[in-house]
Structures are given as C-alpha cells and as structure tokens.
C-alpha cells in the first residue's frame, strides 16, 4: 500500500497552474504511456483521479473544459445522508450516503461541510399517518447515522421544536395554524465545485496528471484521440486502462452506455425575501412520498430553493436551462408553507444540473424512481465507464472503478484533501476564507500583503462576499484559465447575474496582473 501523503498547505506538487498543464500535455503528447487515463473533471473523474494515483499508479486525467463544468457544480450543494432513498424503500443507497457523509465530513474536507437544520412544520392539518410516518423516516435515518460511526457531536439526533422556535429559525414559516416542526440535521457543502477543485488538488499532490481544455473526440482501451481546445491541436494519448467519467456525456464515448438523464432546477433567492433564515424549510411535495423541495441558506445572503425531478431527453447541453414551468413547480409547492408568497421577482437567479441516471428499463415513466446507485460497466482490457450516482458517494463510485484494474487497497476513505489540516486562529484572517480554504487560509490571506483592499469584497453591492484574493488564488493555484473558470467554478459569482455584472471588470483586472482596478 502507497504512504497516505500529508499535504502541507500550498504544497507545489497540489498547484495546478497554466505552465503545468503545458508541461504534462507535452508529456503525453510525446508518447507517454500511463496506467490510467481518466475522461472527465467532475467529482467523480478527479475522484477517481485521486484514488488511482494513490494507489501509486500513473495517472492523467484529461477535461474538455474546466473542473466542475458539468453537474458536479449543479447539484443541492449537501453532503447527505440519503434521507430520501430510505423513505423510497432504497436501504443499500441510503447506506451508503450515509457512510460517505460520515468520511467527508471527519476525515476527507471537514473544513468544507457544516452541520444545518431542516425543519419539517407541524400545521392543524397535519395527519396522525404524517406524523408517524415522519418520525419514523428520521429516526430511521439516525439509526443509519450512529451506524456510520457519525458522533452526534458533529451531527445532532432528530428533535420537534414547537411554533415560537420554527419562527425564530425561519421567520417567512406560515404561522395560521403552525403547531411546531419536526428538526433533522444534515451537511451543508461550502461548494459543490470547491470540493471538486480540492479533490484535483490532491490528485496532482499524489502525481496525477490534471489537464483541462483537452477533449476526448474518441476513446479505445488503451487510449485516446484528444484535441487542446486552447490552440485546437490534436494529440493521442496512450494508456494501459481509460476510465470514461464524463457523467451524462458517457453515452458519446461509450455507446454501451444507456443514461436517462433528469434535470433538477434550483431558484437561487436573497436571504432578506425568507427573513434571513437559520435554518432550512423542509416542503413535502403533494401526492409524492419522500419527495420534497427545500431551502439551503447560504453564507453570501442568499438561498437556494429546489428542487425538480424532470426527464431531459435529446442532445446534452453543455449548460442546462431551467424552464418556466419548473421555477413554477417550485414556487407553488414551496409556497405552501410560507405565509408570504415567493414570486418571480423575487428570484434573483436559478440553475440547473442534469443526473446522469443508469437507465432502468423496469422504472415508472418518473425519473424520480430510477435508482441513485452507480453502475460500472466494463473491465481490463476494455473502457470502463462509471455512470449513476451522486456528490455525495463519489469517493465510493472511484472505488469500485479503480477496483476493476488494481488490486492494491483502496485508502481514499483516509485522504485528507488540500486545506483539511488545523484551521489558522489568527482572527485577522477572514472567515470566509477559513470556511473555504481551511488550512490553507492564512496562505490566501497572505496574498494581500502589499495591498490590503485584496481582503475587501470585490463589491460591497453584491450578494456574493467574493475576496480580491480568491481571484489570485484560483489563477495560481486551481487551475483557472480564464475569467469564466473564475466567477462560474471557482467563485461562483455567476449564480447571480447582477453581481457578474458588477464584479467582471474587477476580476479582469486581476487576472491580468493589476490591482489598482480594486476598489
């Protein structure tokens, strides 16, 4: 078994910067031959990235575009603990969220995900049948918990609080009526495309090769066709196994492959229409067991409000779109427990992410009912294409990749990612950068030195809280190429279209090298 590594923070080997990725395109490009050539920079393919490499195999991965592009930016943003999939009958699913959850968050980027309340309200109207049926899925749900050796210290038990307390957690609740909620307690994920940019991190902290702005235009067994989309070269690369890990793409590599891809859309609200709440309202969907739609509040004065469950047949978008129809879905149910109505001027932004679901020839026409369980297609001597899945057990979906060509131990579950370390106390390092670079913080925060307004908000106007530093650190260290990698992945500006708008001549400047332009 290859040495679990200690990554220091700033550790050169993690740096993915542009120089190096022309270096190890260069590399393979002259002929190069390694072990594994992953498709795909979603969390699943630098997952599998990451566990490859630490197996001590050599590893590149190549992108067509950019870290995160796909659905692994798109997704509810929580590290969970299948709460659904139980309520659905799917145990094994539920498990396993659960075990993944409990890795994430005490060994793998604990400095990533934070513990939040859901509440279920309690109304008049609220049956005995409801009542039991809830209590018993969230008390299942703890079983599962303290099973996955999750101590309550780090996620509270299930609880009902009563009407005065759901208020003060979330003031816009509907109060005709309201008799209390029930409470279940889960993990926020600071940012679904940060993880991904921290697990790429770690890859390349093991050896992995990390290129992005390279396409796969064909793929064999022992290799592919790829074109840099930078200066529209054509190269191929050689390898002794390729694992296809391009999500709802995997279908135009992989003809094998059979998806049933389903969308799910997410308003993205300002805190101040929900009353700033503490926690998340939890909506039962009407005629729908163990769906919901939900709030996630945000630390940047937002929340987000999803989620849809809607088949998305035909050509595969590079960015999906919500259509009207759903934001409407969403805002009726959703509205159901305010005691305010939330409207389409209230909604300041929305985005969409496509599931890469296994297609099951033996589900209902509701792609709510496809199984979340990964499939791995595929062995040695073939494309083995990983497929299915979520955020969540993507550590578990490079697992059994990686198992079909290695027969070394897997040891991911006990990888600590870039910034997992002891967080800095130095209280002059902001908060936020904390939050989202753990023990990497005081390194970002370092980058202001010569100019101290690098540690301000690029607007003071905005929503979003995005550090002057953050830009730099994404450039230098995290692969960004371009401005877009920059406010869509690394920053997530772009959730909302009024702070792009605010912040993109700022960001330019940065990129570019000048920071008088910041303000």
Known sequence: MSAVKVIRPGDPMSLLTAARRRRERDELANGRVVDVLVIGGGVTGVGVALDAASRG???????????????????????????????????GVAWESAVERACISQHIAPHLVHPFAQLVPIFDSTTRKDLAITRAGLTAGDV?????RLPSSRLPGPS???????????????????????????????DDARLVVSIARTAAAYGAKMITRARATSISADGAVVTDELDGGQFEVRARNVINATGVWAGTLDPHVELTPSRGTHLVLPASALGR????????????????????????DLVYVGLTDVPAPGPIPDVPTPDAEEIDWILDVFNRS??????????????????PLAA???????????????LITGGLGEVITVTGGKLTTYRRMAQDAVDKISDVECQTHRIALVGAGALPADPAIPHRLVRRFGSEASLIAGLADRDASLLQPLSPESHSRVLGVEVLWAQQAEGALDIEDVVERRTRISLVPEDLAMVSETVSALLEGTTTAHR
Do not use: C
């Not at 305010?338 to 599931?355: E, H, P, Y």
């Not at 099951?360 to 990964?374: C, K, L, N």
């Open 57 to 91: 195999l050599d590893v590149a991965l190549i992108e067509a575009h950019d870290y995160a592009f796909g659905t692994s930016r798109w997704s509810s943003k929580m590290v969970h603990g299948g709460l659904r999939y139980l309520a659905t009958g799917k145990v």
């Open 144 to 148: 599962l918990r303290r099973a996955s």
């Open 160 to 190: 009902r609080i009563n009407a005065a307390r759901v208020r003060e957690l979330v003031p816009a609740v509907e109060t005709t009526g309201l008799k209390g909620a029930f409470v279940s307690w889960d993990f926020k994920l600071e």
């Open 277 to 300: 709440p503490k926690a998340s309202l939890t909506v039962p969907v009407p005629g729908h067991f163990g769906r919901f739609v939900f709030t996630i509040p945000q630390f940047d």
């Open 338 to 355: 305010l005691s305010k109505a939330i409207t389409r001027d209230d909604v300041i932004g929305t985005f969409a992410g496509l599931r």
């Open 360 to 374: 099951d020839p033996g589900s209902s026409d509701s792609t709510a009912d496809i199984s979340r369980h990964h």
